[in-house]
Structure formats: C-alpha cells, structure tokens
C-alpha cells in the first residue's frame, strides 16, 4: 500500500475531526476507530516503514496522550516525579457533573448518543477553562481528575487568572446553553426537535423555572505522601469529597453551600451513619420493619436496616418520573432515594488496588517519560554528510517503531487487567477487526448492574459501621448533637490502618462482579481467537472469529444462548456476523467500513434498550443476532 498520508489521514491522528465523515456519525468516535484502524492495516500490510518519521513521531505523541490518560494515578504519579515531598501538600481534585443529571440526558431529554457526543464538547468545553497551575489528570464521562489548589484562587476576569470554581460553573452554564446549536446539526434517530426544545428550555436562565441548571460539584484531597498507594487514595477522596458536595447541595444544606468539599473521614463516615440512623428511627417498629416498608427494606441479620434488591432496579427504572405511580408510593421512592444517594456517595471510578495494578502504573510512568525523552531529543545534531543523515533517520525511524510498538502493547490492556492479559480495550478490539474471515462482533450488556453494585456498596459502608463500632439502637433515641458526638468519638479511635483498607477496597465488589463476568464469557463463547474490549464499564464489546459466514453464525448463537439459559449469566447480547475486514482492499474504502462498525455499535446500542425496555427477564430470549456483508 502506498504511503497515504494525504488521503484519509487515518494514521496520524486519533483525535483530529473528520469533516468528510457523513452527519449521523458520531465524529469523534470516527476519528478514534479511523486512528486505530490505520495503523492495524499499516501493521497487517507491512506498511509501517512507508511512514515518514515526522508522521511517526506525531503518530507517537498522539499515543502518548493516551498513556497519560490511561489511569488518573499514571498522571499523578508523572506529575510527582518534580514534586518536592516537603514542600506544601499537593492537592488533587475531582470535578463531577451534577446537573443536568445523566441519566435525565439519557433516558429523558436526549438520549444515549446525543447525551455522549453532548459531553464531548463538555469535556472540551472545561479543558479551555482550566488553565494555570490546574494539571488535568484524566476525563471520564461523569467529569474528571486534576492537581492544583482551587481554594486559593480568585476570578478578577483577566486571560492570566488561573481558576475560580463560580467562573467554571459559570462557564459550564453557558456550554450547556449554546451547545444545543451544536447538537441541532446532528442527524441522529433519538435528536428530535422536541427533545431539543425540551433541553433547551430546562437549561435556559431566562425561564421562570430553571428545572436542571448546569452545574459542577468538586472534591479536594491532599496528599500527605508521595507513593502510589497513597496517590490512590487521594484520587479516590477527592472524588467522594465531590459526591459528598454535590449529595449536600441537593439536600437540606440548600444550594447556596459552596462548590468545593474537602475530603475528611469525619464528613464521609458521619453523613453515612446519619442515613442509617434515620432509617433505623424510621423504619424499625417492635425490633421489625415496617409491614408496609417490607418491599423496599429489610432487616439483616446484625440489626442494620439493607435495600430491598428489588426495590433498587424499581427505582433506577423510575428515575425520578413517578407521574405513574400512586402519590403515597412516590413519596415512598422519594424517601427510599435518600439513603439510596447517600450510599453512592462513595461510589467512585476506579480499578482495585491490586500489586499487579501498582506495577502496570509504575511500567506505563517508565514508557512514558522514555517517549517524552525520545521526542524531545534532535534528531540530527550539526552539519552531516547525506550517507550519516540517511542513517541516523534510519536510526530513528527504527526507535521511534520500537516506541510505537511498546505504547500499543499497553494501550491494547486495560489498566483493570490482572495480568491475565484478558481485559482488552477499543485498541484491541479494532485490531481484531483487521484479521480476515468471518466474525461474531458481540455487544454485551451486564443486567441490573447498577442495582448490584449498590448493594454491594451498602455491604462496604456497612463494614464501615462494624469497624467504627458505632451503636445504633443504644444511640437510638439520643439527641443529633450526642450522635454526631458520638460518630466523631468513634471515628477518633478507630484503628486507622484497619480502616484505610476498608476504605481503599470501597466499590472493589462491582469490578470484580464485571470482571468474573466478562471471564465467565470469554471462556465459554470464546471461539479460541477471541478479544474483549472491557473498557466501558458494565459494557463488554467482543471480536470472535467463526469459520464460516452462514453456516457457523447459527452455532455462535446457539451456543451463546445456552451459556447465558443454562449458567444464568446475567447479559444482554446484540451480535452481528459479518465479514468486516479493515486491512484489505484498497483505503479509500476505509471510510466506509467505519461508518458500518459505528451502525453495528448503533444496533447493539437498540438492542439493549429495546430488550431492557421490555423489562426481559427471559434468559433464552435476551439475544439478538442479525447477518450483514462488509461494504464494498
């Protein structure tokens, strides 16, 4: 294949915007598959040489970035390298989008695809507000990490101004505001007019009743030591302290408490205690609930009052709309919502601090700073004879590959990857794609996750209160002052090595729960060549391949049926059998063959609604699989 540089510009880039690629394509996720798929097909066709070593080395400081985004404590720990240990703390942050929420974006005003590529520009959005001393760590959907103190600052509206929380708010308003435009030149099947107007207008400041302002909690945590454990930690109090600030200012403490939480175990343990005291002052009559409670709590055996599960997915399923529902029942679900709020308060992003995770972080920080020390350095130095300069661009071209080579091995692994080299990620997904023969292009979908996951975190919290050792039906009748005493009198004497590991291993149960299920489908619908990309969540996208088109796609299904009837693993599967092959053919056909993955993603994406939609609790019947030709 010919060096394409001037034709699709596939290679270089992942980020770049594609304006050729066609409206109802989500752009960015064009320009990501474009960026991966280049170079797969360059590598497949023994084409990688044919690049410049300037294409290369823009090539490499694109998956550079990627590195630094890969995990927040990668970025933190690059960033301590420099940091005198005994000089002022450094702070780490968290920013969360509080309103609007994004489960309203999803389920009610937008949509799944218009509310991704809405926070897109959101992401972009607070990158150009953040400026200063403020260092970005990571993005992720719901917000993201950085280090720099943003209590000390102050807004006086000049272009060297570092960062003010009421400016960034302010800032995000407006984005919210404006970015309806954008959204209008979207083509998608979800972004109706109406859905739009109806955005619009619940964002609008002009309105009499501003129904979801925009709006940004943060969470600051000071780093006592510079090791990776401790990194860890900070990164996820910073993150709770934002949870903790936005629950605060959506309760009784009103919304004119400030944006920023600092994180304290104090504020985190008391605000949890306080919510399990209510209950047990609430629900608890005669040592028993409440007879016409029984279907959203119960009693566990050591006294503590737990969620129903099947009050947990009722609620999620309701999302706040009871305009079906008796009003003794919404109000039900409204008091069943605090507690339940306040028990996602520590719900955080992260992968579980693990010796095998240490290590990945402290092997993408050395592959980091040797690419950084690659591309900083000259590429000649003085005068040389043709013959020496065609060497040394040898030389570097064969560095820069080897680089390369390294930075796409790690990208391929997720950082939630045990060392199994199990846990994939888009990169890899997009490499299988570009083997030939048939394949089974999976989208799967955990059932009930967020349900799950809640109760486990009730679980964590409640090891908390066995720890901490605090009475609740001594304390029953005490007054808020003596509880709140006698909390912070707990707290004070707890073994603070004990209850550090109980806090580090907070919300560890939901990645285990996703991770056993995405081994338990990789061992049994694995074809033997088989990739998972694991990297969005409680989504898992696989690659199989099958032997042939028509006759082994019926077996595939079948036997993906059987696993999830017969071992009652809790998916939702959308497959599609196709021959997709991004390494051959000739590469203005690449276009096209993109825009088909992003319509198979599409699909997956309707099949998992429409299956959840329908509340299926058939196991045999939460499967859809359709047949489809790669595009000439």
């Known amino acids: 294949m010919a060096n394409s540089d001037s034709q699709l510009e596939l290679f270089p880039h992942n980020d770049q915007r594609d304006n050729s690629a ?16 280049g170079y797969y097909r360059d590598q497949v066709n023994d084409t990688l040489e044919d690049r410049s070593n300037e294409n290369l080395e823009a090539f490499l400081t694109a998956r550079l970035e990627d590195l630094k985004n890969m995990d927040p404590l990668v970025g933190l720990m690059l960033e301590l390298e420099d940091a005198d240990p005994e000089a002022e703390p450094v702070s780490v942050g968290s920013y969360r989008l509080s309103k609007p929420k994004i489960k309203w974006l999803n389920d009610t005003a937008l949509g799944p695809k218009e509310t991704n590529a809405l926070l897109r520009r959101f992401q972009i959005a607070i990158n150009a507000v953040f400026v200063g001393d403020i260092k970005f760590l990571n993005i992720y959907f719901k917000g993201g990490r950085f ?11 000049s272009e060297t101004t570092t960062i003010s929380i009421e400016a960034t708010n302010e800032a995000v308003r407006r984005f919210y505001l404006t970015a309806i435009r954008t959204l209008e030149g979207l083509e998608g099947d979800e972004c109706t007019a109406g859905k739009l107007t109806a955005l619009r207008n619940a964002l609008n400041d002009d309105q009499a009743s501003l129904k979801e302002p925009a709006e940004l909690s943060y969470g600051i945590s000071d780093l006592e030591e510079h090791t990776p454990e401790a990194g860890y930690m900070a990164l996820m109090e910073a993150e709770q302290a934002a949870n903790i600030n936005k629950l605060r200012r959506e309760s009784q403490h009103g919304p004119e408490r400030d944006n920023l939480q600092e994180y304290s175990d104090l504020h985190l343990f008391s ?12 629900m608890i009559v005669d040592g028993k609930i409440r007879p016409n409670w029984t279907k959203f709590y119960y009693l566990d055996d050591k006294g503590y009052v737990r969620m129903q599960a099947a009050a947990l997915v009722a609620y999620r399923k309701f999302s706040g709309d009871y305009s079906t529902l008796s009003d003794r029942n919404a109000e039900k679900f409204t008091y069943f919502g605090k507690y339940y709020d306040a028990i996602n308060v520590i719900d955080v992003i992260k992968v579980p601090y693990t010796d095998a995770y240490e290590k990945r972080v402290e092997k993408v920080v050395g592959l980091i700073k040797k690419i950084q020390d690659c591309l900083n350095e000259a590429p000649t130095k003085g005068f040389v004879t043709m013959s020496e300069s065609q060497a040394l661009k040898t030389a570097r071209q064969k560095h820069l590959l080897t680089l390369i080579g390294q930075a796409i091995a790690e990208l391929e692994v997720d950082m939630k990857d045990q060392g199994q080299g199990l846990t994939k990620t888009k990169a890899a997904f997009i490499k299988a794609l570009c083997a030939g023969g048939a394949k089974a292009i999976t989208f799967a979908d955990i059932c009930g996750f967020g349900a799950i ?27 808020n002052d003596e509880w709140a005493d006698h909390v912070e009198s707990q707290i004070a004497s707890a073994d603070p090595i004990k ?8 919300c560890d149960e939901g990645s285990e729960f996703i991770r056993g299920t995405e081994i338990d489908l990789d061992k049994k619908l694995n074809s033997g060549d088989g990739c998972s990309d694991a990297s969005g969540g409680d989504e898992l996208n696989r690659v199989d391949k099958i032997d042939d088109l028509e006759k082994a796609a019926d077996a595939f299904a079948d036997r993906a049926r059987a696993i999830i009837d017969e071992d009652k693993l809790p998916v939702r599967i959308a497959t599609v059998f196709t021959d997709l092959d991004f390494s051959k053919g000739p590469v203005e056909t690449m276009r096209a063959k993109i825009i088909q993955l992003i319509s198979f993603i599409k699909w997956g994406e309707d099949m998992h609604s429409n299956l959840k939609a329908a509340n299926n609790s058939d196991y045999n019947d939460s499967i859809r699989t359709k047949r489809e030709k790669m595009v000439a």
């Open 22 to 37: 066609k409206g109802e394509v989500d752009r960015v996720l064009f320009a990501e598959i474009a960026g991966w798929a």
């Open 147 to 157: 280090v720099g103190d943003v209590r000390l600052k102050e807004f006086d509206g």
């Open 271 to 282: 605000d949890l205690a306080r919510a399990q005291r209510t209950l047990q002052k609430d």
């Open 453 to 479: 996951n809640t109760q486990e975190m009730e679980a964590d919290v409640i090891e908390i209160f066995e720890e901490l050792g605090l009475n609740f039906a001594e304390m029953k009748s005490a007054a």
């Open 499 to 506: 209850l550090k590991e109980l806090r580090k291993k907070m």
